[in-house]
């Protein structure tokens, strides 16, 4: 039900952005965000948008991340830039979907050093 995309390696420094694209059938959605996990380290919370725009990022992100959303397409945006090393991580999107939350497959970001 959610589409997870975007990732990939990227110098210090650099840029991407995520996307998480809830499908047609799911209806309009809620709240949308990520998280990100590394393995062997609790999930980290990143960024979250609501259906009004309000936004709430995580401390280690502020300043350099920016979320966004088009509601007509049920589809989520992540802007990452000046991407570090400990940014590595899976990155998951999620939204409340029929009364759960629902996660996307995971894209995976690398950062070199």
């Known amino acids: 039900q959610l589409m997870d995309s975007g990732g990939g390696v990227v110098q210090a420094g650099g840029s991407l952005r995520l996307s998480c694209e809830a499908s047609r059938s799911t209806g309009s959605v809620g709240t949308m965000g990520w998280y990100r996990q590394v393995p062997g380290k609790e999930r980290e919370f990143v960024a979250l948008i609501t259906t009004s725009l309000m936004t709430n990022y995580g401390d280690s992100v502020k300043g350099r991340f920016t979320i966004s959303r088009d509601n007509a397409k049920n589809t989520a945006y992540l802007q990452m830039n000046n991407l570090g090393p400990d940014d590595t991580a899976l990155y998951y999107c999620?939204?409340?979907?029929?009364?759960?939350?629902?996660w996307g497959q995971g894209t995976q970001v690398t950062v070199s050093s």
């Open positions: 999620y939204a409340p979907i029929g009364g759960i939350v629902a």
